[in-house]
């Protein structure tokens, strides 16, 4: 158990619908990253933030969005959903925001119908 | 453009023989390289890492070499042992991204 929690680990949607995906980082680490994993690829970095600011931003989409709140918890939003957003989501998260080392949780799997 | 490259999306070796795991990058403002080991319905774990200024670095059965000059990493682990069969990620570090590439599966074969 790396300490990072998501939620839900399994989601369903349609086309053009909007989710929430939610990461509890582990007690103390400031920073929290996203990563998608689609089929075949690797893993993306979408987005990192560290106390609450945009910290670092990768090939994230116009459609989705993040934030990191101020108990620490962050959440990404994904909207108008294509089928091509199936994917695993992971976050991660390190207690410093350049660390060498990040732990991650074990990821939402979306998948848009 | 892929910046981290595992050309190898699977490899297999028979138990107790090495596994060398391989990883080449573009970026030469990378500061850090990590390798990262996943398995099935889990997130990667991290395994062992190396500064862009070392060349080796060790840990129990798992070693990684840095070639910079060739922008070239590589993990090996020896003896394989049937929980390494994995997916393994390498990684690569610039100021906060940490980029990774696609994955090599290794299979150790009894």
């Known amino acids: 158990d790396s300490g990072v929690t998501q939620t839900p680990k399994h989601l369903i949607t349609a086309t053009g619908q909007r989710v929430t995906l939610r990461c509890s980082p582990r007690?103390?680490?400031?920073?929290v990253y996203w990563y998608q994993q689609s089929l075949d690829q690797g893993l993306q970095f979408l987005i990192q933030?560290?106390?609450?600011?945009?910290?670092a931003k990768g090939n994230i989409l116009e459609r989705f969005s993040a934030q990191q709140f101020p108990d620490l918890h962050s959440e990404l939003n994904l909207s108008s959903l294509e089928l091509g957003d199936s994917a695993l989501y992971f976050c991660a998260s390190s207690p410093r925001h350049s660390n060498t080392e990040a732990f991650f949780g074990q990821g939402t799997r979306l998948t848009v119908v | 453009d892929q910046q981290v490259k595992q050309n190898s999306p699977s490899l297999s070796v028979q138990e107790g023989r090495i596994s060398i795991l391989n990883c080449d990058y573009t970026n030469s403002m990378f500061d850090y390289f990590l390798w990262y080991k996943k398995y099935p319905a889990e997130g990667p774990t991290f395994l062992i890492s190396?500064?862009?200024?070392?060349d080796k670095n060790e840990d129990g059965r798992f070693t990684v070499f840095l070639n910079k000059s060739a922008k070239h990493l590589s993990l090996h682990i020896v003896p394989s042992q049937p929980g390494d069969s994995a997916v393994y990620f390498c990684a690569a570090r610039q100021n906060d991204k940490i980029i990774f590439g696609k994955g090599t599966r290794l299979h150790i074969l009894p």
């Open positions: 190396i500064s862009s200024i070392k």
């Open positions: 007690s103390g680490d400031l920073s």
């Open positions: 933030y560290y106390n609450g600011e945009e910290r």
